[in-house]
Nanobody, 128 residues
Framework: QVQLVESGGGSVQAGGSLRLSCAASGYTNRPSCMAWFRQGPEKEREGVAAISTGFGSTYYDDSVKGRFTISQDNAVNTLYLQMNSLKPEDTAKYYC?????????????????????WGQGTQVTVSS
């Protein structure tokens, strides 16, 4: 059973930075695609960024391109999301997600239904 534990959320002023971490465990074969999603108040969960764990290819939603960077450290089974130039509209609960066989490049990495494993989420609040 894959387990995902996020950390690193908090409160920051607009223009600031945060780095989220997601510690993954409980799997024999590394998930093929991992992603970050977020869900703001009264909003649907949306894909922020994804990474193909084998090739390291990355994918981003247009709203975060140039500001957020997704990365992984396979030695410690951890996924990261570096968030710079944060805006109030980035305020949301951020979730780590994993898919065991799905390939990120197939195009639906930003759909929650693609992923079978989720963390509990970490809150990010950006004030103006």
């Amino acid at each position: 059973q894959v387990q995902l534990v996020e950390s690193g959320g908090g409160s920051v002023q607009a223009g600031g930075s945060l780095r989220l971490s997601c510690a993954a465990s409980g799997y024999t074969n590394r998930p093929s695609c991992m992603a970050w999603f977020r869900q703001g108040p009264e909003k649907e969960r949306e894909g922020v960024a994804a990474i193909s764990t084998g090739f390291g290819s990355t994918y981003y939603d247009d709203s975060v391109k140039g500001r957020f960077t997704i990365s992984q450290d396979n030695a410690v089974n951890t996924l990261y999301l570096q968030m710079n130039s944060l805006k109030p509209e980035d305020t949301a609960k951020y979730y780590c997600a994993a898919a065991l066989t799905f390939k990120c490049f197939s195009g639906s990495w930003d759909l929650p239904g693609t992923f079978g494993y989720w963390g509990q989420g970490t809150q990010v609040t950006v004030s103006s």
